[in-house]
C-alpha cells in the first residue's frame, strides 16, 4: 500500500511530520511521500521517521498553479533540496502566505471576528494557512466547528477569502524539472474539465514536461481514477496515488485510503515510478 499524496504541520496538515510517517506506518502504508504545500521544511524529520521504520521514502512536495476553474496543484516528488534557484521561489511563496494570513485576518477583523498572530500557534520557521486560522476561529468560539470556517470565510468565494499569488503551470513544471524532480499533476478532477477537454489539457502539459497524473485521490469516484488511468495509458504518462491526508483538518481522508476506505494499492501505481526512485513494489499491507 502507498500513499504519494499527504500534509504536515510544516504546511496545512494537522500533524507533525514524525506524526503523518507514523500514522502511514501504522495504517500499514510501505511507500509514501510527504508533499507539503510549498516548502520542503517537514522533509528531514519525516525522512528520518520513515528510515527508523523501515518505511519506502520520497522526498516531495505540493505546488499551486494559476487556473481559472477549480484548482491546479502540481506534485514534484525527488525534488534536489539543495537546488537554490528552487529554494528561493520556496521563500519567495511563504512571504505571499505570510502576506495573505494577514489580508485574512484584517477581514476577520472588519467581520468582527478579531484574531492575532499569536492566536494561530503556527510552529517556529513556519507560515501559517489556512486550517491555522480555523483553528483559531474555532477556539474563539467564533465558528462552532472546522467545517464552518471553510464554508463561510476562508473558502473560496468566502466572506474572509484571499487569493494567493501562483505560478503559471508551465512555470511550476519547469521549476520541479529544474530542481531534479517529476512533476505530476494532482488531483486532475479538480481542475473541473470534461473528459475530452481533459484529455487535451493534458497533452499540452505533457508537451512542456508533465510526467504524470495521480489518477487515484481520495477525492475521486472510483470510476473516475478508472477513467483518468485510460487516460494516462492513451498519453503515456505515470499513474500515481495519494489519498492528501491532512490529519484532523480534513478528517474524512485517511492515510492510505480512498472513498469508502479502498485502499491505494501499490499495483496501481505505474512500474516506471517506482523504477525512478528505486522504491519496491512490495509494500507492506497490499491486500485489495
Known sequence: MVDLHCHSTASDGSLSPEEVVQTAFEEGVGLMALTDHDTLAGLPAARAK???LGLDWIDGIELSAKWDRGHFHLLGYGINPQHRPFLAALEHFQEGRRLRSTRILEKLDQLGMPLTRQDLRVPPGQSPARPHLAQAML?????????Q?????LRQGGLAYVDKETLTPQEAIQLVLEAGGLPVLAHPVSLYLKYAELGEKLKQLKAIGLAGIEAYNSSHQANQSHRLVRLADELGLLVTGGSDFHGKFKPQVRMGRLKKGRKILSKWISPDFFATFGATKDTRI???
Open 50 to 52: 520513515a528510515a527508523a
Open 139 to 147: 477556539d474563539r468560539g467564533y465558528v462552532t466547528h472546522l467545517e
Open 149 to 153: 470556517a471553510f464554508e463561510l470565510y
Open 286 to 288: 497490499d491486500e485489495g
